[in-house]
Nanobody, 122 residues
Framework: VQLQASGGGLVQAGGSLRLSCTAS????????LGWFRQAPGKEREFVAT????????WYGDSVKGRFTISRGNAKNTVYLQMPSLKPEDTAVYYC????????????????WGQGTQVTVSS
C-alpha cells in the first residue's frame, strides 16, 4: 500500500486548506483512512478518520466541528477540509491506513504517507 498526501502549505490564521491523500495497492482489507498531525516536539495527534464502506467519520477533540474528512469520487482518495485555521494547527499532517482498534491510537494504522507540512501564521 502506498499513500500520497498533498495540499499542505503556508496560510494566514483564519485561512483554509484542503489536504488530499490517495491510497494505492491492497487497501480493500483495511477499514478506512485517517489523518494525524505532529507538531515539533509533540506527539503525533489524531485528527480524523473515515471508513471505506459506509463513510463513518471520527474526529479528534481539537478539530471536531471545524475540520471535515470526506472521500472523493475516486473512492481511494480522502480529503481533509481545514477552514478557520489557527497557528496551533501548524504541524506535519500524515495520512494512514486504518486497520482496527481505536482510531485515536497510531498503532491501529498500518501504512503511513510521507506527510505534508501545514504552517499557519498569526
Amino acid at each position: 500500500v502506498q499513500l500520497q498526501a498533498s495540499g499542505g502549505g503556508l496560510v494566514q490564521a483564519g485561512g483554509s486548506l484542503r489536504l488530499s491523500c490517495t491510497a494505492s495497492g491492497r487497501t480493500f482489507s483495511s477499514y478506512g483512512l485517517g489523518w494525524f498531525r505532529q507538531a515539533p516536539g509533540k506527539e503525533r495527534e489524531f485528527v480524523a478518520t473515515i471508513s471505506w464502506n459506509d463513510d463513518t467519520t471520527w474526529y479528534g477533540d481539537s478539530v471536531k466541528g471545524r475540520f471535515t474528512i470526506s472521500r472523493g469520487n475516486a473512492k481511494n482518495t480522502v480529503y481533509l477540509q481545514m477552514p478557520s485555521l489557527k497557528p496551533e494547527d501548524t504541524a506535519v499532517y500524515y495520512c494512514a491506513v486504518y486497520d482496527s482498534g481505536s482510531v485515536r491510537y497510531t498503532g491501529s494504522y498500518t501504512y503511513w504517507g510521507q506527510g505534508t507540512q501545514v504552517t499557519v501564521s498569526s
